[in-house]
C-alpha cells in the first residue's frame, strides 16, 4: 500500500519479490521503537514473563478459553464439560477423559438423541445452527522441533519455504539493534526435509557477513537473493539451487527494494537509498542505471497484454525543477530520446499507479483534486464522480475484473468514506455505499473497513457508520444491495442469543493481513468458498470489547460461535480442516482442528513443552498439510521451530461419495452474478484428505432482472427502486461529442452490474441504445489552453482548445481571433482534439475570442491571455543616503525590461506586513536614523525574483564627487563586483590618510565610464546617544578630505605599476537631486539665479570658518580631536531655531537642516563595508549618463 498527497491507494498486490515473512521476537526486542522493515512483519502483543508458570500449561490454556481462569483442582467443573458433546465422546463409562473429568451418562444421550430426532424432522431450512461442539479428550499430532542454537538474541527472522513438492525451507535470523538502528548479526539456516532439521551456512556465505534481507524469485523459487548490510558492504548473494550455494557480486549501490518482472525470472528492477533505479537481465550479476530522481515505489513493470513489448518499464520521475512527471521507457535504455511521456504534462508528486489494465494520475488544479485513468494504456480520462462529490482523497481498492471500486473521501466526510463503482473502462462512477469507515495504520496508512470474500465473486463485507454507530453490511452483487449481518442463534453454549433485525445483528472486524504468519481478523480462501472466518460481536454496533470468533460456512448467510476469545484460524488442505491457535501472551501446547467447517473442534497437542508463538506458516502449495510455528520456550532461548504434520490426522484420500453438493444463495435467492453456481463440499463425518481443488460443480446463467442493474452514472436510485437523473445530471449531454451521421448509446439509467452473467430477460430493455446523433445548435462554448492556464511564454506555442457543451463542433464553422492582429477560420474540422496553435512575439494581455457556427446557430466565448517574457533579474535602485522625513523614491528595475503582467511586492524595514503595486516604483518616507532595508518582490507568472537594499537615513550629512585618474578606466569591466572592491580600497586608503575614522566614510563608485564615485560624509552617533556630531563637525571633516584629495594624499595601487590618484569634484550638503532636460526654459533660468545667490552664500560662510581653522596642509587624528568639539546635538531644536531665523531666506544655516533632494543615483547595489557602523554602496547601469551634481538651495 502507497500513499499520496490526497490520494491513498489500497489493495496494490505488486509482484515486489518475496523477500520473506518477517517474524519479530516480542519477548527479545530492546526497549525503543521498533522500525519497521520492507517486507511481512509480525507484530504480536508483549508477554509478561511473571504469568509463565512452570507445569501450569494445561490450566493456562484452560484460562485462555474461558472468561475467568479456572483450576482443574478442588470440584471446579471444566468449560468443556457443560458443552454438547460430539459423536467423538466415548460411550463406555468405564473410560475416563484424558483430563480426569466425568464423562456424560446414559440419560444424557438419550435427551442429546431425542433432540436430535427433533431436529432432523424439520425442514432443513427451519433447522437451528447448533451450537459449536468441543471434543474434551486430548490429541497428539505428529511433530519435531529444532532449535536454533546460537541464535538467542536474534529477534527477528525471514522465512522462504518453496512448497510446491519442494522440500527446501530457508530461515535468516537477525539481531537487530533498536538503539542503533541497524543489524548486528545474522545468521542463514536451511532445512530439506520440510524443517525436521536445519543446516547453519553461516561459513558459506562468510562467516563476517551480515545478512539484512532475503529475497527469492516469484517466478522461479529455486532462486535466492540475499543482500547484505549497507551499513559494513553493499553485496549480494545469488543462489539458483534454492540456496545450497552462493555466488557473491559487489554493488556500488545501496538496494533500498526490488521489484521483479512477472514473468522473465531474471529481469529485476532495483531502486537505491539516492533514489536511482537500475536494472538488471542477469539476476542481479550485473546493472545498468536506468533513470535517476525516480519517486520511491513508483515504478513498474509492463503488465502482458497491455503494453507491446514485455520490457517497457513505468515511472514517476522528478524534473530539475522540482516537478513530477510519468514516463514509460525500455529497460535498458531510458534516454530522454526515447521515452515516452503517456500523460501530457506534470501530475501531483507520488500519484502513479499501474495496476492490471489500469493507469492512475492525480492532478491538483484550483486546490482541488482531479484523478485520471488510462484504460489498456489508451488516452487519459478524467474520472468522473457525481458533480457534487468534490473528492478531497481517493483509494482505489481493486481493478479486477475490468472494473474499478474506489473509496472517495467527499468535501463533507472527516474519518469515513463512499464506496464507488466505475464502469469497464474506470471513467464514469457510481455510488455502492456511503460512509464506510476509515482508520489509520501503525504506519499511518489509511485503511478502509471493507473486504473482498475470497472464492465467490461479488461478494463484499463492510463496516458503514450510521449515526455514529458502526455496522457490519454484506453484498453478494458487487455494491447494488447491501444488508445486515444475521448473528448466530445459539451462542456457544447453545443459549439462544435474541438479536433481531435492524436493531441488532453481527458485526465483524475486517482487518486483513498482509503477513502470512498472522491470520488477521478475517480469513477466507479461493480454494474453500463460503468459508468465513472472522472476529466480531453481537450487538447495535461494532465493538472492541467482548470479540468473539465467528465462521459461516455458507457465504455469510448464517453464522455460528465458535470461541468466546480470539484465535488465529488456519485453512488446510483446501479448508476442509480448520486449525485455530489462540492469540495470548502465555505459552501454549495445543491447538483445535475441526473437520466440518466449524461445527466441532478436537483439541491437538503440538509439542509437549509450552512454547511462546512468535508464528505460524502453513506450506505453500494446493495441499498444504504440513505446519510450521516459530517460538521460544523462554525469553532466553533460542528460536525453535515447530514441525506439525497433519497427513496422521487423514484416514485416506476423498472420494467421490465423499462429497455433497452445495448451492451458493444469499437468503435464498440463488441467482447470484447472474448465475447459480453449485460447488462440492466434503462430508463433514468424513476424515479423508481432499488434495487438490476442483472449483465449482455446475454454472448456470440466469435470466436477467432489475436486480442484477446498477443506476448508470448520473442516475439515481429511488425509493420505488427506479434509477432517475441526477438533478445536476442533463442525460442529453451524452450527445455533445456526437457528429450528425454518427451514433451514441443513449443511456436508458442503467447498466448491467460488470461481471453478471445473466441473459435475456429485461436486458434488452435496460441496456443503452444506439441512437442517431440530432442536429443541434452550439451551446456551452468554451476556450481554454491545451495546460489548463491563462499564461503563456512569448515566443512558445499555445494550443487553444474548443469545448462545446452541445452541438456539433466538427461540422461548425469555428473562427478564432488570437487578439494579436491575427485570426484563422476552419469549416468542417474534422478534429479538435489536437487543438489549435499559435505563437505570440509579444507580451502583454490578448483577448482571444471563438465563435462557433452552424446552419441552426452560434455560440461565441472569450479568453484573456497572458504573454509573459521570462523574468531573469530584479535590481532595486534606490539612493545610497537620505535625510529623515523626506519622501524617497523605490524602483525595481527588471531584465528584460518588457516582461508583461507584474506584481510588486513591497517589505520595508521590519514591517510584517508588504505593500503590492501593479508599479514598478514606489514612494516612501523614513522617520527614524539608522540602517534600513528595502525588499521588493517581482511576481511574473509562476516566476518570483526578489532584490533587496539598505539605505542610510540621517538628520544631515554631506557628499563630495570624486574622480580618478583616467588609466583607471582602463580596468574597469564596470561590474558589482569590481565597483565594490575599488569602493574598499578607497576608503581604506581615505582613512589611512586622514586619520578620520571609518564610520565617518561611506564610498560608492557609479556605473558607467568615466569611472567616478561618490564620497558620502556621514555624522556617527555611538551606543548612548550622547556624542553626536553637528553640520560645522560634518563641515570640518569634509575639508580636511577634501584638503587631501586636492593635494593628491590619496592614492592606491591596482596592481604592480598601476597607481590611481583619486580627486575631489564637488561637495554638497545634502544628496545627490535629479536634474533632467525635461525643465522648462523659465526654470532653468531660475536654477541658475540660485546658484549664483548659493554660491556666494558659500563664499562668505567659508570665509568666516577660515579664520576659526588654522591653515595646515596635513591633519593627523589628535589634530582632528583638539579642533572638532563633538558636543551634544538636538535636531529638533536646532531645526526650530533655523525656522525662526529663516522662515523665507535660503541662508547656509537653513540649507544645513532642509531634507535632502533625492538625486537620480541611477539603478544603484547597495554593499554593508566590514567596518562596523559604515556602509559602502555601487551603483548597477542601466544608463552611463554623468550623474548631475546636487545643487542647494
Not at 489552453?785 to 457543451?805: D, P, W, Y
Not at 479538435?832 to 483577448?847: A, L, M, S
Request: one cysteine or more.
Amino acid at each position: 500500500m502507497g500513499k499520496v498527497a490526497g490520494w491513498t491507494w489500497l489493495v496494490l498486490m505488486l509482484p515486489f519479490g518475496f523477500i520473506g515473512a518477517e517474524i519479530t521476537c516480542q519477548a527479545c526486542q530492546g526497549q525503543g521503537q521498533h522500525r519497521l522493515q520492507p517486507g511481512l512483519l509480525l507484530r504480536l502483543r508483549a508477554r509478561n514473563p511473571e504469568e509463565v508458570k512452570e507445569g501450569a500449561s494445561g490450566r493456562l490454556f484452560l484460562a485462555a478459553l474461558g472468561k475467568k481462569p479456572l483450576s482443574l483442582e478442588g470440584g471446579q467443573p471444566d468449560p468443556l464439560s457443560a458443552l454438547p458433546r460430539g459423536p467423538g465422546t466415548s460411550a463406555s463409562a468405564s473410560l475416563s477423559s484424558p483430563l480426569g473429568l466425568p464423562l456424560p451418562n446414559q440419560a444424557a444421550r438419550r435427551r442429546r438423541r431425542q433432540s436430535r430426532k427433533a431436529r432432523d424432522a424439520q425442514p432443513p431450512e427451519s433447522r437451528p445452527e447448533p451450537a459449536t461442539r468441543f471434543r474434551p479428550e486430548e490429541l497428539k499430532l505428529t511433530s519435531t522441533t529444532f532449535a536454533l542454537t546460537g541464535d538467542s538474541a536474534h529477534n527477528q527472522a525471514m522465512v522462504h519455504w518453496s512448497g510446491h513438492n519442494s522440500s527446501v525451507i530457508l530461515i535468516l535470523t537477525k539481531l537487530y539493534d533498536y538503539n542503533l538502528g541497524s543489524i548486528t548479526e545474522s545468521s542463514l539456516w536451511r532445512s530439506t526435509d520440510y524443517g525436521t532439521t536445519y543446516e547453519k551456512l553461516n561459513d558459506k556465505v562468510g562467516l563476517k557477513t551480515i545478512l539484512s534481507y532475503l529475497y527469492v524469485c516469484p517466478t522461479n523459487k529455486r532462486k535466492i537473493m540475499l543482500l547484505t548490510d549497507p551499513e559494513i558492504e553493499s553485496s549480494l548473494l545469488i543462489s539458483s539451487d534454492e540456496g545450497a550455494t552462493y555466488q557473491k557480486y559487489r554493488l556500488n549501490f545501496y538496494i533500498h527494494s526490488m521489484l521483479f518482472h512477472p514473468k522473465q525470472e531474471d529481469w529485476i528492477l532495483a531502486y537505491s537509498q539516492d533514489q536511482k533505479l537500475y536494472s538488471s537481465v542477469e539476476f542481479g550479476r550485473r546493472w545498468l542505471l536506468l533513470q535517476e530522481t525516480v519517486t520511491p515505489n513508483r515504478f513498474y513493470w509492463s503488465r502482458m497484454g497491455t503494453s507491446k513489448e514485455p520490457d517497457i518499464v513505468h515511472l514517476e520521475t522528478k524534473t530539475v525543477d522540482g516537478h513530477a512527471q510519468y514516463i514509460t521507457c525500455r529497460m535498458q535504455n531510458c534516454s530522454e530520446a526515447v521515452r515516452s511521456k503517456p500523460f501530457p504534462g506534470y501530475i501531483d508528486s507520488d500519484s502513479l499507479i499501474v495496476q492490471d489494465d489500469y493507469v492512475f494520475v492525480q492532478l491538483t488544479s484550483g486546490g482541488r483534486p482531479h484523478y485520471y485513468v488510462s484504460y489498456r494504456r489508451n488516452a487519459f480520462s478524467q474520472m468522473k464522480f457525481p458533480k457534487y462529490a468534490l473528492p478531497k482523497d481517493m483509494h482505489v481498492i481493486s481493478t479486477d475484473e475490468n472494473q474499478v471500486f474506489a473509496a472517495v473521501q467527499e468535501w463533507n466526510q472527516n474519518d469515513t468514506y463512499n464506496l464507488y463503482i466505475s464502469d469497464t473502462r474506470g471513467v464514469y462512477f457510481t455510488l455502492a455505499l456511503e460512509n464506510v469507515k476509515s482508520s489509520r495504520d501503525l504506519e499511518g496508512n489509511i485503511m478502509i473497513d471493507l473486504y473482498e470474500v475470497a472464492g465467490i465473486k461479488g461478494m463484499f463485507l463492510a463496516n458503514k457508520k450510521i449515526d455514529n454507530q458502526v455496522k457490519t453490511f454484506i453484498t453478494y452483487n458487487k455494491g447494488r444491495d447491501w444488508h445486515l449481518l444475521q448473528a448466530p442463534d445459539t451462542d456457544l453454549r447453545g443459549n439462544p442469543v435474541h438479536c433481531l433485525l435492524p436493531y441488532c445483528s453481527l458485526h465483524l472486524h475486517l482487518k486483513v493481513s498482509e503477513n502470512p504468519y498472522t491470520s488477521g481478523n478475517i480469513a477466507s480462501r479461493d480454494t474453500a468458498p463460503g468459508i468465513i472466518v472472522a472476529s466480531g460481536n453481537i450487538g447495535t454496533e461494532l465493538s472492541d470489547q467482548d470479540i468473539s470468533m465467528f465462521v459461516s460456512s455458507d457465504a455469510g448467510n448464517t453464522w455460528r460461535q465458535i470461541f468466546e476469545e480470539e484465535h488465529s484460524v488456519l485453512y488446510l488442505d483446501q479448508g476442509g480442516v480448520l486449525v485455530a491457535m489462540k492469540h495470548t501472551s502465555l505459552p501454549i501446547r495445543h491447538l483445535w482442528l475441526s473437520f466440518d467447517e466449524g461445527r466441532s473442534w478436537s483439541k491437538y497437542s503440538f509439542t509437549s513443552i509450552p512454547l511462546f508463538v512468535d508464528g505460524v506458516l502453513g506450506e505453500p502449495g494446493e495441499e498444504t498439510l504440513i505446519m510450521t510455528v516459530f517460538g521460544h520456550f523462554s525469553h532466553r532461548s533460542e528460536w525453535q521451530l515447530v514441525k506439525v504434520d497433519y497427513k496422521s490426522i487423514f484416514d485416506r484420500r476423498c472420494a467421490d461419495d465423499d462429497y455433497r453438493p452445495w448451492q451458493l444463495h444469499s437468503q435464498g435467492e440463488a441467482c447470484i452474478m447472474g448465475a447459480k453456481r453449485i460447488y462440492k463440499k466434503r462430508k463433514s463425518e468424513k476424515k479423508c484428505m481432499q488434495g487438490k481443488y476442483a472449483g465449482a460443480m455446475a454454472s448456470e446463467p440466469c435470466v436477467c432482472t432489475e436486480a442484477d442493474f446498477d443506476c448508470d452514472y448520473g442516475f439515481e436510485r429511488h425509493s420505488n427502486g427506479q434509477c432517475l437523473p441526477a438533478f445536476w445530471y442533463n442525460p442529453s449531454t451524452l450527445s455533445k461529442d456526437c457528429s450528425i451521421g454518427q451514433s451514441y448509446l443513449n443511456s436508458t439509467g442503467y447498466r448491467k452490474v460488470v461481471s453478471n452473467n445473466c441473459t435475456d430477460g429485461v436486458r434488452e430493455q435496460y441496456t443503452a441504445k444506439p441512437q442517431q446523433c440530432p442536429g443541434k445548435a452550439p451551446r456551452g462554448l468554451r476556450v481554454v489552453t491545451s495546460e489548463g492556464t491563462l499564461t503563456s511564454e512569448q515566443g512558445h506555442n499555445v494550443t487553444f482548445l474548443m469545448q462545446l457543451e452541445e452541438g456539433d463542433i466538427q461540422r461548425s464553422i469555428i473562427r478564432i481571433d488570437f487578439g494579436d492582429g491575427s485570426a484563422v477560420s476552419y469549416a468542417n474540422l474534422s478534429s479538435t482534439e489536437d487543438g489549435i496553435k499559435h505563437i505570440y512575439q509579444n507580451v502583454g494581455i490578448f483577448r482571444v475570442t471563438a465563435q462557433v457556427e452552424n446552419s441552426l446557430g452560434a455560440d461565441s466565448a472569450v479568453l484573456y491571455l497572458h504573454v509573459n517574457c521570462p523574468l531573469e533579474h530584479v535590481h532595486l535602485s534606490l539612493p545610497f543616503v537620505t535625510t529623515k522625513n523626506k519622501e524617497i523614491n523605490a524602483t525595481a528595475v527588471l531584465w528584460p525590461s518588457q516582461v508583461g503582467t507584474l506584481t510588486y511586492i513591497w517589505w520595508f524595514g521590519n514591517n510584517t506586513e508588504p505593500l503590492i503595486t501593479l508599479e514598478g516604483n514606489i514612494a516612501f518616507t523614513f522617520s527614524a536614523e539608522g540602517m534600513n532595508t528595502i525588499t521588493v518582490q517581482v511576481s511574473a507568472g509562476n516566476t518570483i525574483l526578489q532584490d533587496t537594499k539598505t539605505i542610510a537615513v540621517y538628520e544631515q550629512f554631506r557628499s563630495l564627487r570624486l574622480s580618478f585618474s583616467p588609466n583607471l578606466d582602463e580596468y574597469n569591466p564596470d561590474i558589482p563586483e569590481w565597483r565594490r572592491d575599488v569602493s574598499r580600497i578607497i576608503k581604506t586608503a581615505l582613512v589611512e590618510a586622514t586619520g578620520i575614522p571609518n564610520k565617518h566614510i561611506l564610498v560608492a563608485i557609479l556605473p558607467g565610464l568615466p569611472t567616478s564615485a561618490e564620497l558620502f560624509i556621514l555624522p556617527y552617533n555611538d551606543a548612548t546617544g550622547g556624542n553626536r556630531q553637528t553640520a560645522e563637525d560634518l563641515q570640518q571633516i569634509s575639508e580636511v578630505l577634501a584638503q587631501k584629495l586636492n593635494q593628491n594624499s590619496i592614492q592606491f595601487d591596482l596592481k604592480p605599476g598601476v597607481r590611481i590618484f583619486v580627486h575631489a569634484a564637488h561637495l554638497t550638503a545634502a544628496p545627490l537631486i535629479d536634474v533632467t532636460p525635461s525643465h522648462s526654459g523659465s526654470a532653468m533660468l531660475m536654477l541658475l539665479s540660485v546658484v549664483f545667490v548659493g554660491l556666494a552664500v558659500f563664499v562668505i560662510y567659508k570665509f568666516k570658518r577660515v579664520a576659526r581653522f588654522p591653515k595646515t596642509n596635513s591633519c593627523t587624528q589628535e589634530a582632528i580631536g583638539r579642533k572638532i568639539s563633538w558636543t551634544s546635538w538636538t535636531p529638533t531644536n536646532e531645526r526650530d531655531q533655523t525656522a525662526k531665523d529663516c522662515p523665507g531666506s535660503r541662508t547656509r544655516q537653513c540649507i544645513d537642516c532642509c531634507p535632502a533632494d533625492e538625486h537620480d543615483g541611477g539603478q544603484m547595489y547597495e554593499e554593508r563595508s566590514p567596518s562596523a557602523g559604515s556602509i559602502s554602496t555601487v551603483a548597477e547601469p542601466q544608463s552611463t549618463k554623468e550623474i548631475p551634481t546636487c545643487i542647494n538651495v
